[in-house]
């Protein structure tokens, strides 16, 4: 095969071209870090990653989907927990006044410290958080309870749950309503209570008293039903936390670069480039007219 | 006899000098493209006889050869349209790149993304207005890149466009040059001027040219018995002949397409062949496939959220309402039935036998009393915009509803009350964009409905209950219905059924995959066209160190030439002296 000196040099810059595209993929993947950074790179790897990515963000909106519950549901919590105390000292309150050795007065002192216990029930079920009423339901923005004319607090809330979204198949219920009947029956033995004691009646005093465990009762497993809630949204909590940190390490691992790999093959194709160079300095003096004087 | 020694060294001198003419002329030409070596091609003169012997008369430029492979030339002709087709489309890809994103900013795909995460946010917190604000700005930042990359498309399809009317004047300045060299050629090789070869160059010229238009639009080069060379289209069109060419044009818009066709100047008869390869083809390769389906698979993702999003805001409510209602799509006959394809509706087909309602609240938010709903009727092929606006004036309170006579729209005016929308079983509200989330038929056009754009409070949440009309804060069932949109299978518009964020990281893989394809196909045929390259240089090209050694030949021929006359001389000098 005849060759000549233009096929030379053609060969040479194609080479070099080649290595200059070596260097510059290289270069791009060591400064990122990443095996490849467009769609025009590795389609398919691409499709690979917006699917994880896309799997982060749900992630992502998940966990604060639970703190938003934990937050809603614990500050429930610590509420029904006051409400708790409240009817443990009203318990403790009827268990002295249903004695038939205290008098008329006594009973009526009673009654104003029930009375204020009625009252700090009623805040504590009114109770707002972030400005939303905790335990109204959906009608956030009206008081939970409400007194009527004959002194009863009734329920002003909706009948509609709050739900939060975890994911698009997950939603837990982040409240607990005040038309629960344990509401009710708490309000109810309080006042009860308070007009037994305000009375003298010793013999509704001891009927109070079944009501005020009864009601009591009622606090704690509602207590207990946000404690156990809590303790899914936990476990929810570390199974997507979990799901993060899996998901950022595949990320990591699907389009991390190979660095020494890139490295040992940039010095390569530095040095084919070196060479390529030298031999085009070289070609010039590599001809018949250097040797014609 | 001496006079015949003379006669045969002058000759060598003569054909020594015109052979290092030929050398002279392929050393000045050794860059030169298309260029063919040329080779002198020395013969000896017919003896003379003399007293019995055949006597030498010395030498003579018989022939100047042009080397060229016929099969390299025809290899080269094949090879070059699908070169350039490919390199064409590979680099109108790589001119769109930066709408696909890339992994620091992975655009469409991680605007959908966000949009949903402000949505979930939003319907975990639905009386947050700060997340309202937050998801009006992520939905305006998903329809500002929709159209951005939709719009930035269509300006690639342009510049591929414009490409085709340079190449097409490109195409026509070769052919007339093909075939002024035709003419040249047929006239220097006619057997009345008698020089063989005596076209070498311009033969040259003209394969070089052919070559040249073979990369704009992919010929069949057909050689006639007279030397000239006849172009046909791939599709069997005839280009040009002997000294008449053919000029291309740009004719009417061609069927399923926007753009213009290519013709033959001064006919509408179109140009076959140009999808087989070539820059012409590359660029309406390019503009009406690959770019308009990255054009088209936005728009079905523009109406698919659109829709989705638009059927769940459309039944419910968020923390404002407003007195005064418009659709944002108008009807274009009034008089024809809402689902009606003449409408010209993307969604209209999504219309059914239904019904919505609407709800009435006096200035303090309070429903209206004694009555507060309206509950219209949609009949698929009956219902008109003319006769829902007369129900809605008829059955909701305080409410008048009208069509306006320009736009086709339906306008509902409630004066000082405000209004709110429940339960359309009748897709007609989302369809007409009634109390929607979005506005628009394609990617271009998306955008934020001009209620949600004044009023973040617009963007539905909740639902309003159906007897009552009660509307809570905190009820997120809209909302819901949106962030389930997120990976939910769906389509409208004919497409298969895919969830939004499939059809997004689907589309950066097909264009990823077409970038790859772009590539290996030009890798290969320039793989091909340099193949081809070296092996036309191997036989055509020239060599420096084989035109020096030729021509150190020639010019040692030449001074023994000069060497024979000098000696010759002194022989007539010693002749001459024997006389005096």
Known sequence: MRVTTTQMYDNLLAGVNKQLAVQAKGTEQVSSGKRFQKPADAGLDYKVSLDLRHAQAGVTGSLDAVKTAESRLGASQTMLNNMQNMMVRAQSLAVQQSSASLSAADRSTAAIEVGHLLTQFANDANQKWQGQSLFSGTAVDKASFTLDGFGNYGYTGSSQDRVVAISDTLQVTSNIRGDSPSFAGAFTALQDFKTALQANDQAAIQTALGSLNSAGNGMVNLTSEVGGRLSALAVTRTSFEDMQFTLNKRIDEHEGANIPAVVAQLQQSSIALQASYSQISQLKSMSLINFLR | ?580
């Not at chain 2, 042009?66 to 349209?81: E, H, I, K, T």
């Not at chain 2, 003209?206 to 030397?227: E, F, H, K, M």
């Not at chain 2, 009949?379 to 736009?407: E, F, K, Q, R």
């Open chain 2, 1 to 580: 006899m001496i006079f015949n020694t003379l006669n045969v060294a002058a000759s060598s001198l003569k054909t020594q000098q015109k052979a290092i003419d030929v050398v002279s002329h392929n050393m000045a030409n050794v860059n030169t493209p298309g260029y063919s070596r040329q080779t002198a091609e020395l013969a000896a003169l017919s003896p003379q006889q003399l007293q019995g012997f055949s006597l030498g008369r010395g030498v003579d430029l018989n022939n100047i050869s042009r080397s060229v492979d016929g099969v390299v030339n025809q290899a080269m002709l094949r090879n070059s349209p699908q070169q350039a087709y490919w390199a064409g489309v590979k680099s109108g890809l790589n001119s769109v790149e930066y709408v696909f994103g890339s992994l620091q900013s992975t655009g469409l795909s991680s605007a959908v993304d966000d949009l949903f995460l402000a949505g979930q946010q939003m319907a975990n917190a639905p009386e947050d207005v700060a997340l309202k604000l937050n998801m009006r700005t992520k939905s305006s930042a998903l329809t500002t890149h929709l159209s951005n990359m939709s719009n930035e498309l269509q300006a690639a399809q342009q510049t591929a466009d414009t490409s085709i009317d340079q190449n097409l004047l490109s195409a026509n300045k070769l052919l007339t040059t093909i075939a002024s060299l035709n003419v040249q050629i047929s006239k220097n090789e006619s057997s009345a001027h008698g020089v063989v070869g005596a076209a070498n160059d311009l033969r040259d010229q003209r394969d070089q040219a052919v070559r040249d238009l073979s990369g704009i639009l992919p010929i069949q080069d057909v050689r006639t018995s007279d030397g000239g060379v006849l172009l046909q289209t791939m599709g069997g069109d005839l280009l040009l002949q002997d000294g008449n060419a053919q000029q291309l044009a740009r004719g009417g818009v061609v069927a399923n397409s926007s753009f213009r066709g290519v013709v033959f100047a001064g006919t509408t008869t179109p140009v076959t062949g140009l999808d087989k390869g070539g820059v012409i083809g590359g660029s309406i390769a390019l503009r009406d496939g690959r770019l308009a389906g990255y054009i088209q698979d936005l728009d079905s993702i523009a109406v698919n959220l659109s829709f989705a999003m638009n059927q769940a805001n459309a039944s419910g409510v968020g923390s404002s309402r407003a007195s005064q209602v418009q659709s944002g799509l108008g009807a274009t006959n009034t008089a024809l039935p809402v689902d009606d394809v003449a409408q010209n509706n993307p969604f209209a087909p999504q219309i059914q036998n239904g019904t919505f309602s609407m709800h009435v609240y006096d200035a303090a938010g309070a429903p209206l009393v004694p009555a507060s709903k309206g509950t219209i009727t949609i009949t698929a092929g009956v219902s008109t915009m003319a006769s829902i606006a007369a129900d809605i004036t008829t059955l909701v309170p305080g409410v008048s509803a009208s069509v306006d006579a320009t736009t086709g729209k339906l306008v509902m005016n409630a004066g000082v009350n405000t209004v709110g929308f429940s339960d359309d079983s009748s897709n007609f509200l989302a369809a007409y964009q009634v109390n929607s989330l979005f506005q628009g038929t394609n990617a271009a056009g998306l955008k934020l409905s001009d209620a949600v754009q004044a009023d973040a409070g617009m963007i539905a949440t909740g639902q309003i209950d159906l007897a009552t009309s009660a509307i809570n804060v905190a009820d997120n069932k809209a909302a819901l219905l949106m962030m389930d949109i997120q990976n939910k299978s769906i389509s409208i518009d004919g497409t298969a059924s895919t969830a939004l964020n499939t059809r997004t990281s689907l589309l950066s893989t097909k264009y990823g995959n077409d970038v790859a394809l772009a590539a290996q196909q030009q890798t290969f045929f320039q793989a091909e066209a340099d193949s081809l390259s070296q092996q036309r240089q191997a036989f055509s090209g020239v060599n420096i160190d084989e035109e020096l050694v030729s021509m150190i030949k020639f010019q040692r021929a030449y001074e023994a030439s000069a060497k024979v006359i000098q000696t010759s001389n002194l022989m007539m000098d010693s002749l001459m002296g024997l006389i005096r």
